[in-house]
């Protein structure tokens, strides 16, 4: 058994004109931008003049609180340096001394530690 419909079709009100019926623009222009959503805000205009509360604190005098951690900072700085160097001239492997190939040939021709002859430094 079929049932009929009883609400009659809507049709579409005479104060809104159909896009697609509009030969002067094409489709997508009539959409819109894609990549901006409808009814996204528009971006805030930055200030004419920054605050002067702003303009004060980053061109103002500095404070003591400012100065001390500015010192402890440079402080820090050169510290880190220092050991930076200091790890850098312990890492260095030493050079073989004066007489490395003197107490090389030494040992090679049958010499022991105890021998007074080679004297190494």
């Given amino acids: 058994m079929e049932r009929e419909c009883q609400n009659p079709p809507v049709a579409a009100p005479d104060n809104v ?3 697609a019926a509009d030969p002067a623009k094409p489709l997508g222009e009539t959409l819109g931008d894609p ?3 409808p009814g996204s805000p528009l ?3 930055p200030l004419p003049n920054p605050p002067l509360v702003a303009k004060q ?3 103002g005098p500095k404070t003591e609180r400012e100065a001390a951690l500015e010192k402890k900072l440079k402080l820090t700085e050169s510290h880190a340096m220092t050991l930076a160097d ?3 001239r312990l890492r260095q492997t030493p050079g073989p001394g004066k ?3 003197k107490a ?3 040992w090679l021709s049958g010499g022991t530690f105890f021998d007074p002859e080679v004297d190494e430094d």
Avoid: I, M, Y
Wanted: without cysteine.
């Fill in 17 to 19: 004109a159909d896009p």
């Fill in 35 to 37: 990549a901006k959503p």
């Fill in 43 to 45: 971006p805030p205009s």
């Fill in 57 to 59: 604190a980053l061109e």
């Fill in 86 to 88: 200091e790890n850098q």
């Fill in 99 to 101: 007489n490395a190939t």
């Fill in 104 to 106: 090389k040939k030494h």
